[in-house]
């Protein structure tokens, strides 16, 4: 019999099984069939990634993250807000302040005493970016995400059927995509439901989708080169992304929420 010893942490319902593999993990943890089990909502613990909190020999940490098919994924902005949070009470870092190394590249994170994290995303420049037509962007800020906008959607919208005829499509079915439906609101927040790739369904939540929809709806609106903030509200809660535009890249790209620790636990499995 095997023991894992977890956490479980959402960020704006956005939900994920943090395990401490600082000392090693046995192999069986990784396995794909074994994360797909964790992560499964009937079968398992129940979340939409799973990530493995690893030793590193430049940073805090080294976050190792899974998709809840149990496939091992790109970078996952609330994720990364969720386990910054979690090593922080860990007592790593600095006065809230966390360098850890990701998928994409090294990260840095602010946890602030009242439980909203701060977190450097990787700079997105233009040649990264498929340019927006009115309707349409396509961008990779960590993860590749599809963006569609939209002038207003329903409560009832079938986002499944909509994301599924694009993830699936001949140019995107092998890697992959993110597909993001964005409208504005009357308070200038963006409104954003997200389909995500390897947990093949609508999440509450998506860290580098939001982030995806704050610059390419800045590059749909043309804005001019400068700092910009965009609040953006998704079924899970409100997020802000803030950013500055040089007219060929955007930098400083910071995604900030909140992040909590749900509840501890083990699983054991023979």
């Given at each position: 019999?095997?023991?894992?010893?977890?956490?479980?942490?959402?960020?704006?319902?956005?939900?994920?099984?943090?395990?401490?593999?600082?000392?090693?993990?046995?192999?069986?943890?990784?396995?794909?069939?074994?994360?797909?089990?964790?992560?499964?909502?009937?079968?398992?613990?129940?979340?939409?990634?799973?990530?493995?909190?690893?030793?590193?020999?430049?940073?805090?940490?080294?976050?190792?993250?899974?998709?809840?098919?149990?496939?091992?994924?790109?970078?996952?902005?609330?994720?990364?807000?969720?386990?910054?949070?979690?090593?922080?009470?860990?007592?790593?870092?600095?006065?809230?302040?966390?360098?850890?190394?990701?998928?994409?590249?090294?990260?840095?994170?602010?946890?602030?005493?009242?439980?909203?994290?701060?977190?450097?995303?990787?700079?997105?420049?233009?040649?990264?970016?498929?340019?927006?037509?009115?309707?349409?962007?396509?961008?990779?800020?960590?993860?590749?995400?599809?963006?569609?906008?939209?002038?207003?959607?329903?409560?009832?919208?079938?986002?499944?059927?909509?994301?599924?005829?694009?993830?699936?499509?001949?140019?995107?079915?092998?890697?992959?995509?993110?597909?993001?439906?964005?409208?504005?609101?009357?308070?200038?927040?963006?409104?954003?439901?997200?389909?995500?790739?390897?947990?093949?369904?609508?999440?509450?939540?998506?860290?580098?989708?939001?982030?995806?929809?704050?610059?390419?709806?800045?590059?749909?609106?043309?804005?001019?080169q400068g700092h910009y903030s965009q609040a953006l509200k998704t079924p899970g809660g409100d997020?802000?992304?803030?950013?500055?535009?040089?007219?060929?890249?955007?930098?400083?790209?910071?995604?900030?929420?909140?992040?909590?620790?749900?509840?501890?636990?083990?699983?054991?499995?023979?």
């Amino acid at each position: 019999m095997q023991r894992l010893s977890f956490v479980k942490y959402q960020g704006t319902g956005n939900d994920f099984i943090l395990v401490d593999g600082r000392q090693g993990l046995d192999a069986h943890w990784y396995h794909e069939s074994v994360v797909a089990q964790l992560c499964h909502r009937r079968f398992g613990i129940g979340a939409d990634g799973y990530m493995v909190l690893e030793a590193s020999s430049e940073a805090d940490f080294h976050m190792n993250y899974y998709n809840s098919d149990g496939r091992p994924s790109s970078m996952c902005g609330n994720g990364g807000r969720c386990i910054a949070h979690w090593a922080h009470s860990l007592g790593l870092g600095l006065n809230g302040y966390l360098r850890f190394t990701a998928p994409d590249g090294l990260h840095e994170a602010w946890v602030s005493e009242q439980g909203q994290v701060r977190l450097a995303m990787n700079d997105v420049a233009l040649s990264d970016t498929s340019a927006p037509t009115h309707e349409v962007a396509i961008l990779d800020t960590g993860s590749p995400h599809y963006v569609a906008f939209f002038e207003q959607l329903s409560p009832d919208w079938d986002l499944l059927s909509f994301a599924k005829g694009i993830r699936y499509s001949d140019r995107f079915a092998t890697q992959g995509i993110n597909v993001n439906a964005v409208w504005p609101l009357d308070n200038g927040a963006l409104q954003v439901r997200t389909y995500e790739r390897g947990v093949e369904d609508e999440t509450y939540s998506c860290g580098t989708g939001v982030t995806a929809c704050a610059l390419a709806h800045a590059l749909r609106e043309k804005k001019p080169q400068g700092h910009y903030s965009q609040a953006l509200k998704t079924p899970g809660g409100d997020l802000q992304v803030h950013f500055t535009w040089d007219g060929t890249r955007f930098h400083s790209i910071i995604l900030e929420g909140p992040a909590a620790h749900v509840f501890s636990g083990s699983w054991e499995q023979a």
